[in-house]
């Protein structure tokens, strides 16, 4: 089976944090944390539609300006999620810059800002063209732990205690449609871009007994087509099977509590993506600094069942001892596994 999704931290475990995770079959990618971007190709940069902001520490969003730098004069759409407090981090970002020109802009760049409280998620709208001047309606709506929503896959989210409201982030697909080549190849049909408008359709949750044309095309224009009912396609050539989950976790203290909700919010994680600034030696600095180290890690990843673990935001002080994160967190991950009633 070949995921939808495939996510990749954007720098190596001791530089900013982030997470870009790139659509397979899409122009498309969502990104977790805006930190240092410098090592996204601009045509990647310009994927992105959605960013999830965990909270606006200078490594996890000093990246808005080149973000922003990117998408300017373009015809774009972005949507922007963070803590409590992010109107202001984005206003104050835009009113950095002088915008007396933007006015002529041909093309549109709209900024939709989201910020997650516990009970509801406020939304602001901030146009280009209008020198980004907040939109004077706000939007609300209330939170019940999934931020945002398509057909094809939902985004969880839960505040943490980083003394500051931090987002623990769950990207979940909703199902997975798995093309069987053979039944393509029985039926004569191609491989093309039609497969990609067949599985919107059925994450649509389109009528079984509508018309679905399938096409063959050549340099983007169709030379010819064949006609179905989706159900009878859906029948022949695909086969559902669970999506699968990308559990994000950083900038946390290991409390109880924390370690509690990030357990249910990356239950069953596929790939769980999780921060270990510091080692087990020093979980004192780490308690302090609010952070985990890799052996809490390993022991929320036990907890949660994830099963595959990659750790990240090393502090720089252990630049020699990289191999020993990985160590720790595997250790502890194993300990807790090893102990489990069966
Ligand atoms: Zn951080
Ligand atoms: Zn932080």
């Given at each position: 089976?070949?995921?939808s999704?495939?996510p990749r931290?954007?720098?190596n475990?001791?530089?900013d944090?982030?997470l ?13 944390d805006?930190?240092?971007l ?5 045509r ?12 606006t520490?200078m490594?996890h969003?000093?990246?808005f300006?080149m973000?922003?730098r ?12 963070g803590?409590?407090?992010?109107f202001?981090?984005?206003e104050?970002?835009f009113s950095s ?5 933007v006015?002529?802009y ?6 939709y ?10 939304q602001k709208t901030?146009?280009?063209?209008e020198q ?6 706000v939007?609300s709506?209330p939170?019940?732990?999934v931020?945002?929503?398509e057909?094809s896959f ?7 205690d980083?003394r500051?409201?931090c ?5 979940v697909?909703?199902?997975?449609v798995?093309i069987?080549k ?10 093309g ?9 059925i ?7 509508s018309d679905f044309?399938v096409?063959w095309?050549?340099d983007?224009?169709v030379?010819?087509?064949r ?21 994000y976790?950083?900038?946390v ?8 909700k ?7 994680a ?12 020093d979980?004192e ?5 609010f952070?985990?180290t890799a052996?809490?890690a390993g022991?929320?990843a036990a907890?949660?069942r994830?099963?595959?673990l990659?750790?990240f ?5 252990y630049?020699?001892e990289?191999?020993?994160?990985e ?16």
């Amino acid at each position: 089976m070949r995921p939808s999704f495939q996510p990749r931290l954007v720098n190596n475990p001791f530089q900013d944090p982030g997470l870009f995770i790139p659509f397979r079959f899409e122009k498309r990618a969502l990104l977790f944390d805006l930190g240092d971007l410098h090592a996204l190709a601009p045509r990647d940069i310009l994927k992105i539609t959605h960013i999830f902001v965990t909270h606006t520490h200078m490594d996890h969003f000093i990246g808005f300006d080149m973000l922003l730098r990117h998408f300017l004069g373009r015809h774009k759409t972005l949507h922007l999620f963070g803590p409590p407090g992010f109107f202001a981090n984005v206003e104050g970002k835009f009113s950095s810059y002088t915008w007396n020109l933007v006015g002529e802009y041909e093309d549109e760049l709209l900024i939709y800002v989201h910020e997650v409280h516990p009970e509801h998620i406020l939304q602001k709208t901030y146009v280009c063209r209008e020198q980004f001047k907040a939109k004077a309606l706000v939007g609300s709506r209330p939170n019940n732990g999934v931020i945002w929503s398509e057909p094809s896959f939902h985004i969880k989210a839960e505040l943490l205690d980083h003394r500051t409201p931090c987002l623990g982030l769950c990207l979940v697909e909703n199902f997975y449609v798995n093309i069987i080549k053979g039944a393509l190849d029985e039926l004569g049909l191609p491989v093309g871009p039609w497969l990609n408008r067949f599985k919107q359709a059925i994450y649509e949750k389109k009528d079984p007994g509508s018309d679905f044309n399938v096409t063959w095309e050549q340099d983007g224009v169709v030379i010819k087509e064949r006609h179905y009912k989706l159900g009878y396609l859906l029948d022949k050539i695909a086969k559902i099977s669970p999506g699968k989950r990308i559990g994000y976790i950083t900038d946390v203290i290991g409390t109880e509590e924390n370690c509690n909700k990030i357990v249910s919010l990356v239950k069953d994680a596929d790939a769980l993506f999780i921060e270990a600034a510091f080692l087990d030696k020093d979980r004192e600095i780490a308690q302090k600094k609010f952070h985990l180290t890799a052996r809490q890690a390993g022991l929320i990843a036990a907890q949660a069942r994830a099963r595959y673990l990659k750790l990240f935001h090393f502090s720089p002080r252990y630049a020699e001892e990289e191999e020993v994160f990985e160590k720790e967190a595997l250790e502890a991950y194993e300990q807790y596994r090893d102990h489990l009633p069966n």
